[in-house]
């Protein structure tokens, strides 16, 4: 079983809809999530982390987090076709070694 | 600030060979990290240095190495290049080691092919 776990897609959304990402986590020790976009042929870019239980926000990106349910996801409003890319997972339960998921590949339609 | 550096950008080995790719911090960074990304296994943690001590290592052989510089520049090394190995070598940079609210930034990354 994968330590972080995410669907492979794609995910498609129409443009302007939100777009909602999911990433499911088996570590009960991991402490501080991350989201990184990755477009086709490029390193990943750090978008969003997350450390406590609930709703971090910033612009038209919301990652939430419920350690309960060992769950975390990312809403995208306003989705744009730039929006398109591979979202990656991460996790760690301290200190720098990030366990990621394989990617959602999400395609926003115009 | 200058983001996270990565020479060379490309690499092509041969088999057996052995290649050295560099990485240079965030100024004021002191972690860096290695990854290898590969469309069969995703994204895979290598190894971490801070204070030019390793701090973590992945699983992966003794076949691949680093080390850091005290001006936190790092250097990773692979021995005896397996077709397996071709992949995007990423390099990361974190402010530190020990503290969870630790963001990491990643490199562009060198893509090694083996052939």
């Known amino acids: 079983q994968k330590e972080v776990e995410q669907n492979s897609g794609p995910l498609s959304v129409p443009e302007g809809a939100i777009a909602s990402l999911n990433c499911t986590y088996s570590?009960?020790?991991?402490?501080?999530f991350f989201w990184y976009r990755q477009y086709s042929g490029k390193s990943p870019e750090l978008i969003m982390s997350i450390y406590s239980n609930g709703d971090k926000e910033d612009g038209r990106f919301t990652a939430q987090l419920n350690k309960a349910s060992q769950y975390v996801s990312l809403l995208i409003r306003d989705s744009q076709p730039s929006d398109s890319a591979t979202y990656l997972c991460?996790?760690?339960?301290?200190?720098?070694?990030?366990?990621f998921g394989t990617g959602t590949q999400l395609k926003v339609e115009l | 600030k200058a983001g996270v550096t990565q020479t060379p950008r490309y690499l092509i080995k041969t088999r057996g060979q052995q290649v050295t790719l560099s990485c240079s911090p965030i100024?004021?960074?002191?972690?860096v990290s290695w990854y290898q990304q590969t469309p069969g296994q995703g994204l895979q943690f290598l190894f971490e240095?801070?204070?030019?001590?390793?701090?973590n290592k992945g699983n992966f052989p003794g076949r691949f190495s680093g080390r850091q510089f005290s001006n936190s520049r790092s250097e990773m090394n692979v021995s005896t290049l397996e077709l397996g190995d071709s992949a995007l070598y990423l390099c990361?940079?974190?402010?530190?080691?020990?503290?969870?609210?630790?963001?990491?930034?990643f490199g562009p990354g060198t893509r090694l092919t083996v052939l």
């Open positions: 100024s004021g960074h002191r972690s």
């Open positions: 240095y801070f204070s030019e001590t390793q701090r």
């Open positions: 990361a940079s974190a402010q530190w080691a020990a503290a969870s609210y630790n963001e990491q930034f």
């Open positions: 570590d009960r020790v991991s402490q501080s």
């Open positions: 991460a996790a760690t339960g301290g200190g720098n070694k990030l366990t």
